[in-house]
């Protein structure tokens, strides 16, 4: 059974930073894409990065490109996003999801875990 569990959120300043870790279980990373989204009260939930388990190639939406960086570490299945220079426009519970192959940042994914808020204030 896949499971995922996003923890590490909280409220901080804007531009402060914050690692979101993530732990994974049931899978393997070398055969899946791993990606963090997130959701804001009343709005469409959101892609912020995507790691490929095979090669480690990552993909970033422009919006937290350069901000954010998504990191593995398969041997302990688990996937960090590192978050700097936060904005209140990041304020969101962030997730961790999975599915096979390679995917990208805005793609569906199959597998998602609990969610971890962040709250930036300006």
């Known amino acids: 059974e896949v499971q995922l569990q996003a923890s590490g959120g909280g409220s901080v300043q804007a531009g402060d930073s914050l690692r979101l870790p993530c732990t994974a279980s049931g899978f393997s990373f070398d055969d899946y894409s791993i990606a963090w989204f997130r959701q804001a009260p009343g709005k469409e939930r959101e892609g912020v990065s995507c790691i490929n388990g095979n090669d480690g190639s990552t993909t970033y939406p422009d919006s937290v490109k350069g901000r954010f960086t998504i990191s593995a570490d398969n041997a302990k299945n688990t996937v960090d996003l590192e978050m700097s220079n936060l904005k209140p426009e990041d304020t969101a519970t962030y997730y961790c999801?999975?599915?096979?192959?390679?995917?990208?940042?805005?793609?569906?994914?199959?597998?998602w875990g609990q969610g971890t808020l962040v709250t930036v204030s300006s």
């Open positions: 999801n999975a599915d096979g192959g390679r995917k990208d940042w805005f793609d569906p994914y199959d597998y």
